[in-house]
C-alpha cells in the first residue's frame, strides 16, 4: 500500500473474533490509518460476550447490541453489514477494517472496495479465501498472536549429553557448503517472481516498498511474518535466488541473482 494513512472504520464481529487479540489488532490497523469509528457487535446478554466488556471502554470502543433471535443464529453480521453501508454512504472514512473469519463479510468487502475505499480484514486462518481475496490487506491472527516464552528447563545428563552429540553433527553438517533452504510455498514463490515482474525498473531491480505493496495486489494474505520475519527485508535476505541492495536512501531494494 501507499504510504497515505486513512481515517478507518474498525468493526468488529464479536461473535467471530478474539478479545484477547484486540489490542494487537488496534495496533495492526494503525499502520494504515486511524480508527476513527470503533464498534463491537454481539449480543451483549450471553456469556459469550463477557471477555469483551472489560475492554470496550479501556480502547474507546462503541458496543451494539444485536440479540439472537433464533438459537444457533445472531444478527450481528447483518447488523454490522448496515452500519457499514451507512458508514461508507456517510463519507466519514476512507478504509474498513472488518474483523472476523466469516465468509458472511464477503460482499460487504467487494462492495466497499468498489466504492474506491481501502479495505482491511483481520481473521483467522480458516478465513475463507473469498473474503481474503476481497480485501486489499488480510491479516492472519495468528501473525499478530503475542509469543509465548517457553521457561527454560533444566538439563539432565542425559539433554546435555544429546546437546553435545547434536553439536558434534552441526560442525560436520557445516564444514560442507550450506545454503538456506526454501522455505515458502510453490505458491508464495509464484506470487513473489509476478511481483517482481511488475515492479522491476530497467536494470532488473525493484524497491522492497514497491514489491511489497505488489505482492499484497496478488495476494492480500502475504506477510512475512507468517514465517518468522519482521519485513520483507529480512525474509528475502534468506532467499537464495534475491539478493537485497541497501543504500544511503534506506530504501533497500532488489536484484534476482
Known amino acids: 500500500m501507499s504510504d497515505k494513512k486513512f481515517n478507518i472504520a474498525l468493526l468488529i464481529d464479536g461473535d467471530n473474533a478474539q478479545a484477547k487479540l484486540l489490542k494487537e489488532t488496534i495496533e495492526e490497523v494503525s499502520k494504515y490509518g486511524k480508527a476513527t469509528i470503533r464498534r463491537i ?13 472489560d475492554l470496550v471502554n479501556l480502547y474507546s470502543i462503541n458496543p451494539i447490541q444485536k440479540f439472537s433471535y433464533t438459537s444457533g443464529k445472531n444478527s450481528t453480521d447483518g447488523a ?4 457499514a453501508m451507512d458508514i461508507l454512504h456517510g463519507k466519514s472514512v476512507e478504509g474498513f477494517c472488518i474483523v472476523s473469519s466469516d465468509s458472511d463479510y464477503t460482499g460487504l468487502a467487494k462492495r466497499i472496495r468498489e466504492e474506491g475505499l481501502f479495505v482491511m480484514g483481520i481473521g483467522e486462518k480458516k478465513t475463507p479465501e473469498a473474503f481474503v481475496k476481497s480485501c486489499d490487506i488480510f491479516t ?25 552429540e547434536d553439536h558434534s553433527k552441526k560442525e560436520v553438517l557445516h564444514a560442507k557448503p ?5 522455505f515458502l510455498t510453490p505458491k508464495d514463490e ?15 531491480m525493484a524497491f522492497i ?10 495476494d492480500p494474505s502475504f506477510d ?13 535476505d534468506d532467499l537464495t535466488h534475491f539478493e537485497v541492495v541497501r543504500n544511503e536512501t534506506n530504501h533497500p531494494l532488489l536484484k534476482r541473482k
Do not use: C, V
Not at 492472519?140 to 553435545?164: D, F, L, M, R, V
Not at 516498498?209 to 496478488?218: A, D, H, Q, Y
Not at 507468517?226 to 525474509?235: A, E, F, H, P, V
Open 41 to 53: 457487535y454481539g449480543d451483549w446478554t450471553s456469556q459469550g460476550m463477557n471477555s469483551w466488556k
Open 80 to 83: 454490522l453489514i448496515i452500519d
Open 140 to 164: 492472519y491472527t495468528e501473525n499478530i498472536s503475542p509469543k509465548i516464552k517457553k521457561e527454560p528447563k533444566e538439563e539432565t545428563q542425559k539433554t546435555k549429553e544429546n546437546k553435545i
Open 178 to 182: 550450506y545454503q538456506h533452504p526454501s
Open 190 to 204: 509464484e506470487i513473489i517472481s509476478k511481483a517482481f515482474e511488475i515492479s522491476a525498473n530497467e536494470n532488473d
Open 209 to 218: 516498498s514497491t514489491l511489497g505493496t505488489n505482492i499484497r495486489k496478488i
Open 224 to 236: 512475512p511474518r507468517t514465517y518468522g520475519y519482521s519485513t520483507l527485508s529480512k525474509l528475502f
